[in-house]
């Protein structure tokens, strides 16, 4: 064969292995554009326009950098970084010896309790701040038993509207990160290698400071800073547990645009807030880098131990209690506390009178006078579900194309991937901030439009859809269908055998994840959201802010049907997940 | 001088090791040889210290040192996979135990750097231990243990994860170490090539218990049961049933046995047959068997029988011929059960 023939059949053989690469540049890239337009259509009109209104109104505004401005500006940023920081130790502290108990031990309950812990982690925030009330607000569990038990007029427990309700929020939510990822460097570290420094004459002391300690740092820090990350941005729980009154950065945004009507101090904050978050992303991923550089090796289960003495058991026994108190016993508290009636009856504090009652569900569906609702709570449910609803079908619409090419991803592919994945690191709060700033005049304005709400939703829910259509549709491998075909099955039949069913699987999470995300969702949702098409999180929100037991049982049942929906999807995430996938 | 005395062990409620008694001597290197999962690595981390025996005592020059922990009886242990600590340099690594011992900047570089050079690591002291080979991340492993000067060296299937070229380097590397150094070693392995280059002496652990114990000659040449015949691929091993007159009957015909070989007629007898003894004779031998398989080895045939007695020959025979078989009586081996 001469070289020229050669040459030819080579560049045939790569013709044939990418069909397009001799077409021109953007045709070659036709099939991505096309995949990629909708999402990037969408995520332009919905998130690059509304932040560049934000940035526009900051600049252009006088009161943009007035003394008044910073001031505001410079106390919530101080006391955002302050209870993130405060939180972040504190939930190090909880979580480092979790993950130390969960990465070296067995006992009964295992499984269950390490589950029950990664759940507060997807709760939406009105449930979490619901769940803390019913164990420890002023009508809770624990305040009542305590006023009827040792006779008080009133509440001896007043956590709620302090710091520290909003620093035992943030550890709820967040001790899962440290669980996971120190847990995880933790399970995955040789235990031959203390041994080694122990026959190397290092006492127990000494090898947990050389050894354990350097090589458990990155994940420390790295978990560190995604727990700060989440403390930094925390909306709700700071707006429901501490009240207006802590205002961080997300809350002074929400104060300024709604209470205030001061949107150019609003789109300041927006952009520091936006800045912050930026910088600590960037810092978190280079430490995520670290991270992976220095694991060590091995499969973990086989080195899982019973405990073996007095001082073991003890540390056991005390870290179940601990996080059965902390992870169990809100949430247990919220369902309970919807369906009892605990306060005694006309100013007749003499006994509690415990007692099982459907009331506070039955009102749901009752439209009262002089209630602030134009329409029955159980509106809200439907309104939710509607929304939720919306959001599954637009993220899907969007997410599946882009999430196939990201599949097998080309150059474009890459290039384009991270785009759609920046409205991670902005605020809820500034979304719903660019959408009122953005769509409250021509020539978009939506701002009376109920459709304002899941489409915000969809932003937030697409990032997530994606990351978690891609794995699955990437993991189909070539092999299967290989296999399937000398197994004498057509084309049509292997893609009804292998690929359907993984597709679908994925699809179903995805569209799961998307539910969930906009049926909790709170901080746009608080924004955009109109009064007479409230969703359950305003509503518990409004709820839980009105005085009155009905009100509060009303709070209770809502965020106990909210839990109950959400934990369904949580554990169906993680059923629909492909075995040896995912994580996060 | 190392002293085990009756050790007893159980893991998850099964004994693993069931009353284990063994000394090492000066300079002494013993290998500790048996199949994988016979508690071999169990026995080492009891002397280590690691792990606590649940019975018996483990005495160092005259102590016993059960309840002295590892980071006070300057052991060295070399593990299978090497746990070099991966977040150290080879310098640290090796220079970790010194500095435990809490020795001068000056005096830890200087045997750090004798260290890397009995190991033939010279140049590489700033080097990540992850970016090593597997043969330098065993060289660093070995120079990690060295360093501190320890009494008693404890090997854990060093070569293990290596492939054969490299193994039957570092082993000749490690002998020549081992006996320059004149620390006394156990050295744990299911490969009876490692154990019979390195060791003075062979114990072969077998279900909990040392069942042979001797130098490798003495081992090689005289198994005491089938089992460790079998083991160590000394030869055939053929069950058979004595007649009269010290004929036994095999399934590949009647051998004579040694005449003070005296028993009752019927009972069962384990016989060592090594395949260097074997010949090829007439097919009227009493011994016979049909050629199963002919496997060519560079310089002679292995044949195979039906049954799976093999020996070897240096021209071919055809599968599925019936051959005999021309023994030498005097090298017929009787084992115990």
């Not at chain 2, 085990?4 to 998850?12: D, G, P, R, T, W």
Request: aromatic share 10%; net charge positive.
């Amino acid at each position: 064969m001469s070289t020229r023939k050669v040459a030819k059949s080579a560049e045939k053989k790569k013709v044939f292995s990418s069909r397009s690469s001799h077409l021109s540049v953007p045709f070659r890239y036709r099939d991505s554009i096309l995949r990629w337009a909708p999402a990037l259509l969408f995520i332009s009109i919905f998130f690059f326009y509304p932040l560049t209104k934000i940035l526009g109104l900051g600049v252009n505004s006088s009161v943009f950098l007035s003394p008044e401005s910073l001031q505001i500006a410079l106390d919530s940023l101080g006391f955002t970084l302050y209870q993130a920081v405060l939180s972040m130790l504190l939930t190090l502290l909880v979580g480092l010896p979790a993950a130390y108990l969960f990465a070296r031990y067995d006992f009964r309950g295992k499984a269950l309790l390490r589950a029950l812990t990664a759940v507060p982690f997807m709760l939406p925030t009105v449930v979490v701040a619901a769940g803390f009330n019913a164990l420890l607000g002023p009508r809770g569990w624990l305040n009542l038993s305590l006023m009827n038990l040792l006779d008080l007029d009133s509440p001896p427990i007043n956590i709620l509207y302090t710091l520290g309700a909003i620093l035992l929020a943030h550890v709820f939510y967040n001790t899962t990160i440290v669980i996971r990822v120190v847990g995880n460097a933790l399970s995955r570290l040789d235990p031959r290698l203390i041994e080694a420094s122990r026959l190397l004459g290092a006492d127990p002391w000494r090898a947990f400071w050389r050894i354990t300690f350097p090589l458990l740092r990155p994940s420390i820090l790295a978990a560190a800073l995604l727990v700060f990350l989440f403390d930094f941005t925390s909306f709700g729980v700071i707006l429901l547990l501490g009240g207006p009154k802590f205002s961080t950065l997300e809350v002074e945004i929400y104060i300024q645009t709604l209470q205030m009507l001061n949107l150019p101090v609003a789109a300041l904050l927006s952009i520091i807030q936006l800045l912050c978050t930026l910088t600590f992303s960037i810092l978190y991923s280079r430490m995520l880098a670290q991270t992976s550089t220095q694991v060590a090796q091995q499969d973990t289960e086989s080195r899982l131990r019973r405990s073996k003495n007095k001082r073991e058991r003890i540390f056991i026994f005390t870290m179940i209690t601990i996080l059965f108190a902390l992870f169990v016993l809100p949430m247990l508290a919220l369902p309970l506390r919807s369906v009892s009636r605990l306060e005694a009856d006309r100013g007749d504090r003499a006994d509690l009178q415990t007692s099982l009652t459907s009331d506070y569900y039955n009102e749901l569906f009752i439209n009262r006078r002089g209630s602030r609702f134009y329409v029955p709570p159980i509106e809200a449910a439907l309104n939710s579900l509607e929304y939720a609803g919306i959001t599954v079908a637009l993220s899907l619409l969007m997410g599946f194309p882009v999430a196939s090419a990201l599949a097998k991803p080309n150059r474009m592919d890459r290039f384009l991937d991270p785009l759609l994945m920046l409205p991670l690191g902005a605020s809820a709060v500034t979304l719903g901030l660019g959408f009122i700033i953005a769509f409250s005049r021509p020539p978009l304005n939506l701002i009376a439009s109920p459709w304002l709400v899941p489409l915000a939703h969809t932003i937030i829910a697409l990032p997530f859809v994606i990351r978690s259509l891609q794995p699955a549709l990437a993991s189909i491998p070539q092999r299967y269908r290989e296999a399937a075909a000398m197994l004498g099955a057509s084309s049509l039949r292997t893609w009804f055998t292998v690929d359907f069913p993984i597709v679908f699987r994925a699809v179903l999470a995805a569209a799961t994840f998307a539910f969930t995300v906009s049926l909790g969702e709170f901080g746009a949702t608080s924004l955009l959201a109109r009064p007479d098409f409230p969703t359950i999180p305003t509503a518990i929100y409004r709820f839980l802010s009105q005085p009155g037991g009905l009100n509060y049982g009303q709070a209770m049942a809502m965020a106990t049907i909210l839990m109950i929906l959400t934990t369904l999807s949580i554990f169906l995430i993680e059923k629909l997940r492909l075995p040896g996938r995912g994580g996060w | 001088m190392l002293i085990l005395s009756n050790i007893h062990k159980s893991y998850e409620g099964k004994p693993l090791l069931r009353g284990i008694s063994l000394e090492v001597g000066e300079g002494e290197t013993i290998c500790l040889l048996g199949p994988s999962g016979g508690g071999k690595t169990t026995l080492l981390r009891i002397i280590a210290g690691l792990e606590n025996a649940e019975e018996g005592e483990v005495n160092w020059n005259g102590k016993d040192i059960s309840s002295v922990p590892p980071h006070k009886r300057n052991f060295g242990l070399i593990f299978q996979d090497y746990a070099l600590f991966p977040h150290l340099n080879v310098f640290d690594n090796v220079a970790f135990g010194l500095k435990m011992q809490k020795l001068g900047r000056e005096e830890i570089h200087q045997r750090v750097m004798k260290s890397l050079q009995q190991v033939d690591l010279i140049g590489l002291e700033s080097r990540d231990v992850i970016d090593l080979s597997g043969g330098e991340q065993q060289r660093v492993a070995l120079a990690r243990a060295l360093a501190p000067r320890p009494h008693l060296l404890l090997f854990d299937e060093p070569l293990g994860a290596l492939d054969r070229k490299l193994r039957e380097y570092l082993l000749a590397e490690l002998r020549s170490i081992l006996q320059e150094s004149g620390v006394p070693a156990i050295y744990v392995t299911h490969d009876q090539d490692e154990a019979f280059t390195l060791a003075d002496r062979v114990m072969l652990l077998h279900n909990g218990e040392i069942v042979q114990r001797g130098t490798p000659a003495e081992v090689y040449a005289r198994p005491h049961s089938g089992w460790v015949a079998e083991f160590l691929g000394a030869g055939n091993v053929v069950q058979g049933k004595i007649l009269k007159d010290g004929l036994v009957e095999t399934i590949f015909g009647t051998v004579k046995m040694p005449v003070e070989e005296r028993q009752a007629e019927g009972s069962p007898v384990t016989l060592l047959i090594r395949p260097r003894d074997v010949r090829i004779g007439n097919l009227s031998s009493p011994l016979r068997g049909t050629v199963k398989d002919v496997v060519f080895q560079q310089d002679r045939f292995k044949v195979v029988l039906k049954g799976g007695f093999y020996f070897y020959l240096s021209d071919p025979v055809n599968v599925g011929e019936e051959i005999g078989l021309k023994i030498e009586m005097g090298k017929i081996q009787r084992l115990a059960e």
